[in-house]
């Protein structure tokens, strides 16, 4: 079945480790898209790529790094500078003219202590 | 500056009411598309529905539908005869077509309704 992937459900890490959320997905999308939400919040956008090879920030970036080195795959680091990463974060994809829907992942849940 | 405001924050009805959903939404621009999604407690969000700046007509498709009125820029979603499955955190989002075309959503808090047995 086509969809998107994301590994760990639950993840728990110490502060002060980087730690590297995994997104896949098989629907054959250009666009990627990582975002976050804090209970009671909506989401949002931290990282958003169109193409292979190219990615960019988006509205709270500051903390994260991305790689988009296959079609498949986008995966989202949380470093040690990320100042509140206990979060859930949600990763979606879409064909890549916008605007079109995003289609999204069953999210990691991270908890750092 | 682009908006979404979802200003219900909590809906607690009983199953079988009908309950409708506001979406407010704030863009300068003249062409951009409108979203709704559901998220169960599960946590993935679930696509409903898209609809273009053009379009003002209302849909319907089974028990929901959708009410866009750009002169109040709204765009509100109304589930008929509830049922307990419809308990979910709902997201309005906006998407402008910009210069870059990025596709990027602006969400709303989200509205999270409760249908009670």
């Not at chain 1, 903390?63 to 296959?70: A, T």
């Amino acid at each position: 079945d086509g969809g998107i992937t994301q590994s760990p459900k639950y993840l728990f890490r110490k502060e002060g480790q980087n730690v590297t959320l995994s997104c896949e997905q098989n629907l054959n999308h250009d666009a990627m898209y990582w975002y976050r939400q804090d209970p009671g919040q909506g989401l949002r956008l931290i990282y958003y790529s169109q193409i292979v090879n190219d990615f960019q920030k988006g509205d709270i970036a500051e903390g994260y790094s991305v790689s988009r080195e296959k079609k498949e795959s986008f995966p989202l680091t949380v470093t040690s500078a990320q100042k509140n990463p206990t979060a859930f974060y949600l990763c979606a994809s879409s064909t890549r003219t916008g605007p079109h829907e995003q289609y999204f992942g069953p999210g990691t849940r991270l908890t750092v202590t | 500056a682009q908006k979404v405001t979802q200003a219900q924050t909590e809906i607690s009805v009983v199953e079988k009411e009908d309950v409708t959903l506001d979406c407010v939404y704030e863009t300068r621009d003249t062409t951009y598309y409108l979203f709704w999604y559901k998220q169960p407690p599960s946590g993935e969000l679930v696509f409903l529905i898209r609809r273009n700046s053009f379009d003002e007509q209302n849909e319907i498709s089974g028990r929901y539908s959708w009410n866009f009125q750009k002169s109040t820029s709204s765009f509100n979603f109304t589930i008929t005869a509830s049922q307990v499955v419809d308990s979910a955190v709902y997201f309005c989002a906006l998407s402008e077509l910009g210069s870059s075309n990025t596709g990027k959503l602006i969400f709303g808090q989200g509205t999270t309704l409760q249908v009670k047995p």
